[in-house]
């Protein structure tokens, strides 16, 4: 198994010249054959795409074999749908995972080209918002690396997460289309094309026997293409498949209508078709009842779920035996429409009775829940589900008619019970609850951290959880080692496989051998030097991008992530506030030199998170431009957060802000990544946050503020006074106070009054002054502790020993185990 | 469109003579069979040809089986692809019409 330069070159000497051979004759060929061009007429991405090809030959190679052994075999399969998968960069992944990466290398560089450079030039498949479509992505790493038989499912997306740029500090938002130059990882399968009925009405009529036979009448038809990805395990014995769809027009057009003349008309249904795949959508509010998104969500489950059915009946011939074979895993509501799709496609089309079918349906499905927030959680009015889905929403009913009687003889006379549990909200208007659709209908419930699963339990969803209690359950989110050491920090896991061998790529808990060179001045100093050189890199980056110049002896403190109250980046921006005027006004100098970083992409209809983009931006330029504060102060807000980004920014970090409000953040990744790769956290104690405490130990993190009991507590007592804070405190008062004061919006008056309002608001919903001072005590104590370099370098090579827990090998591992009855070639025990 | 319609047993044997059935051509089709639907009560719609059916065509196809059935007669399909064959699944329709693969089999069925 090889990935470190070292002991890949060394292993392979023997070898080398002959395969740096064949891959210089591959990618020349790719050039020629494949791209059509001269090889002296090769442009950089041209260069990359014979490049990526030439790797996909390798890829194709596996997969056909483990087709082979599937076909053979006949394993249980993994299906795992999601509206989102967030790739990023694919060729650095690969050529790690296979171990050719000082190959192609080599190969490139007698080409007078090198491999960073190449790497580069791949857009990033960015087709999801945020931490579900990254935890996606990095589960089929998992798949793969573990050698459990498993197919992602999703949308081909011609627009993925859109492109930020900024201007004078405000977001401004530019369409992503990553395939506008094409992709050379998808392979198009238009043989395997599926048919898909929208829209239309129910007829209600008998059959043949005169039984009653609703029939789907006037529905109009899309066509799903499936569009398949390979992706690679580490060691590159298995690959992953993930499937995604683009929505294609029945006809091309209307020959006929084009033969009249009207090329346009013609066209018409075939672009309505298509737009079914044109974009992903943010996450924000303005997604909630957009027709084209629940049509989204259908196109991606009935592509999906077809597909499995006609997998698993290509080796059997009872449904009976489905489960056994096949599990299909939601994550999060977006594909729970695969309830009533299953349950149509083995009622209406495979001839089951409705109990058999809803056992099979139940016993196949699990649902992963993602979200506490109740005004979350996805609903569609039934009148739009009816014009959509006519015979979806029959089948929803009946589903609902047999659950609640179930309900009613458990909790009789309860009836706010039934109306809470209901798959029907009674409401104006009507609305179909897809998180009770999802839970009614699998067997399986879990939530991504264990505080979060807790909450599941007793806030969101304690009905549910009182009448199903085996159904729940918790695994714990986990993020692959590959991508976000090995690829992200080479540097670093180079150190770390010198040091302790390269076991750790597939059990992360051997991590733990590191501890016993923690306290090693020659370890310590070789993991300063790896932090000092990716630190240098970042400001590079920082310079290039938002024109801040940095030193890269400050101490680096990271917030990247989605910009969202519940984050609370303002919190972030209240105590840089708090620490320059400080400075300024009471010449009180900060331990040590900051430099604060921040990235992340705000929802285009969510005001309030482009505000505190702007905010950033100002108060930055303030700070930026005040002699009193450059040594001590500086703000950088790096635009267009990515994946591939995200490697850059994060094995520079020193300082992880995970500040969410407690109870908010389901689980979080990013507080992973960042504390893998030797950052130190501060944070509350939300989502994954308490279990990095228990792994890390309390000493080598940063935790203040409230916890999600004390939030619910507030909340319902109503005991916030931020009122109190704001006249008790002069720090608090002085940073509210510079909200409404203009003091960073001098040329855009009260731009920022609304801050002053809202946090001096007894309904803030995520309790800024509360949190506030001991937000600035931790802050206070984590400067202290930088000003000890040998103490915090410590700290920070425990944090990474001790993150074995947070590998997605692990969490896939205990989904296959305790939720899918499966095991990979390479599980885990 | 020209319909072929072959004798077999005294049952009527029409070939859809199109790949694909769809809103552009249904309504030509069913102005087009209502001769046949006319002259005959008993009748099999061979669909070897049909590659493409959308709700129209099956509408279409519906209709011939009302018809039909309003004065005692039967409708029978033969020559389904299996991609038609699916989409009859999908919306239930392969639930109210008799479908065999061949049309000696749809003929054949009539006399059972």
Redesign the interface.
């Known amino acids: 198994m090889l990935s470190t330069t070292e002991s890949a070159e060394n292993i392979q000497k023997p070898a080398t010249a002959d395969l740096v051979s064949t891959i210089q004759e591959s990618v020349r060929l790719h050039a020629r054959y494949s791209l059509g061009k001269a090889w002296s007429d090769l442009s950089s991405r041209e260069l990359f795409n014979a490049v990526a090809l030439s790797v996909r030959d390798r890829l194709v190679e596996r997969m056909l074999e483990i087709e082979e052994r599937y076909r053979r075999d006949v394993p249980k399969r993994i299906n795992y749908l999601s509206i989102e998968f967030l790739i990023g960069q694919s060729l650095g992944n690969h050529l790690h995972n296979l171990g050719i990466r000082d190959l192609y290398r080599q190969a490139l560089s007698t080409f007078g080209a090198d491999l960073e450079a190449v790497e580069e030039c791949e857009e990033d498949a960015a087709l999801g918002n945020g931490g579900l479509g990254r935890l996606a992505a990095c589960f089929l790493d998992s798949f793969a690396t573990l050698g459990i038989p498993a197919c992602g499912y999703g949308i081909n997306y011609e627009y993925g997460l859109f492109k930020q740029e900024i201007n004078n500090g405000y977001q401004k938002e530019k369409p992503e289309n990553w395939l506008a130059q094409g992709t050379p990882w998808e392979i198009p399968r238009p043989d395997e094309a599926c048919l898909v009925p929208v829209y239309g009405r129910i007829e209600h009529g008998v059959d043949r026997k005169g039984g009653y036979n609703p029939m789907w009448m006037d529905w109009r038809v899309l066509i799903g293409i499936p569009h398949d990805m390979l992706i690679s395990g580490y060691g590159g014995r298995t690959v992953s498949l993930l499937r995604l769809y683009a929505a294609r027009s029945s006809r091309d057009f209307d020959i006929r209508i084009f033969n009249d003349g009207d090329y346009f008309k013609a066209v018409k249904q075939k672009i309505a078709s298509e737009t079914i795949s044109k974009v992903l959508y943010p996450s924000d509010a303005l997604v909630q009842g957009r027709e084209l998104r629940l049509v989204q969500e259908y196109f991606l489950v009935a592509c999906a779920v077809r597909d499995i059915v006609r997998r698993f009946e290509q080796h059997h011939d009872r449904f009976r035996d489905f489960p056994a074979k096949v599990a299909l895993q939601l994550n999060d509501t977006h594909p729970a429409l695969a309830v009533a799709e299953l349950m149509r496609i083995l009622v209406d089309e495979k001839d089951l009775e409705w109990e058999e079918a809803w056992t099979i349906t139940q016993a196949t499905l699990g649902y992963t829940n993602h979200t506490l927030a109740p005004e979350a959680l996805e609903k569609w009015p039934v009148s739009l589900f009816e014009s959509v889905l006519p015979r979806h929403l029959q089948i929803i009913y009946e589903i609902n008619r047999r659950f609640l009687d179930r309900v009613s003889v458990a909790h009789p006379g309860d009836v706010e019970r039934i109306r809470r549990m209901s798959i029907i909200e009674e409401s104006t208007p009507n609305q179909v609850r897809m998180a009770n659709l999802a839970m009614v209908g699998s067997h399986s419930i879990n939530g991504v951290s264990r505080i979060h699963t807790e909450l599941i339990k007793t806030s969101l969803a304690p009905d549910f959880f009182q009448l199903y209690p085996e159904r729940f359950n918790n695994k714990t989110n986990g993020i692959t080692p590959r991508r976000w050491l090995l690829k992200a920090n080479p540097g670093l896991a180079n150190l770390i496989s010198s040091t302790i061998g390269e076991g750790w790529l597939t059990d992360l808990y051997r991590l733990r051998e590191l501890e016993s060179h923690a306290a090693n001045a020659g370890f310590q100093a070789e993991f300063q030097r790896v932090k000092r050189s990716n630190k240098e890199k970042l400001a590079r980056i920082v310079q290039d991008t938002a024109q801040v110049k940095v030193d890269p002896d400050s101490l680096f403190d990271i917030q990247v992530k989605r910009i969202h109250a519940y984050k609370r980046q303002l919190l972030n921006v209240m105590h840089i506030i708090d620490e320059y005027l400080s400075l300024v006004e009471d010449g009180r100098q900060p331990a040590v030199p900051r430099t604060y970083i921040f990235a992340g992409k705000a929802p285009p209809g969510y005001w309030l998170a482009k505000q505190i983009i702007k905010l950033i931006h100002n108060v930055g330029r303030v700070i930026n431009n005040d002699l009193r504060a450059s040594h001590w102060i500086k703000v950088a807000f790096i635009p267009d957060y990515r994946v591939s980004l995200a490697e850059k920014i994060i094995p520079a970090a020193d300082l992880s802000e995970q500040i969410s409000t407690a109870g908010t953040e389901a689980s979080g990744t990013g507080n992973m990544k960042l504390a893998l790769n030797g950052a130190l956290t501060i944070g509350t104690l939300d989502g994954a946050n308490i279990e990095i405490l228990e792994e890390v130990g309390e000493e080598n993190m940063f935790i203040f503020g409230l916890k999600a009991a004390e939030v619910r507590t507030m909340r319902e007592q109503k005991s916030y006074r931020p009122w109190e804070d704001y006249a008790r405190n002069p720090h608090v008062k002085r940073v509210v106070d510079s909200f409404s004061s203009n003091l960073f919006c001098p040329h855009e008056p009260d731009l920022f009054t609304w801050i002053f309002a809202s946090v001096l608001d007894a309904n803030d919903a995520h309790f800024h002054l509360t949190d506030f001072t001991p937000y600035v005590e931790a802050q206070e104590k984590a400067g202290e502790t930088f000003r000890d370099r040998g103490r915090w370098i410590r700290m920070a090579i425990l944090n990474v020993a001790r993150m074995g827990k947070f590998s997605s090998d692990r969490t896939v591992a205990e989904y296959a185990r305790e939720i899918w009855g499966v095991k990979g070639s390479t599980l885990l025990d | 469109m020209e319909i072929a319609v072959d004798n077999i047993d005294s049952i009527a044997v029409a070939a859809v003579p199109v790949d694909?059935l769809?809103a552009?051509n249904a309504g030509e089709f069913k102005r087009d069979i209502a001769p046949v639907l006319q002259a005959n009560t008993r009748l099999v719609l061979d669909l070897s040809r049909l590659r493409?059916v959308?709700?129209s065509g099956?509408?279409a196809m519906?209709s011939c089986l009302r018809q039909l059935s309003a004065k005692s007669g039967d409708l029978k399909l033969c020559g389904m692809s299996k991609?038609v064959r699916?989409?009859f699944?999908?919306?239930?329709?392969h639930?109210?019409f008799?479908i065999y693969g061949t049309k000696e089999e749809a003929v054949h069925a009539f006399d059972h």
């Open positions: 694909e769809d552009s493409f959308d709700s099956l509408g519906l991609q699916a989409l699944e999908l919306v239930r329709m639930r109210i008799d």
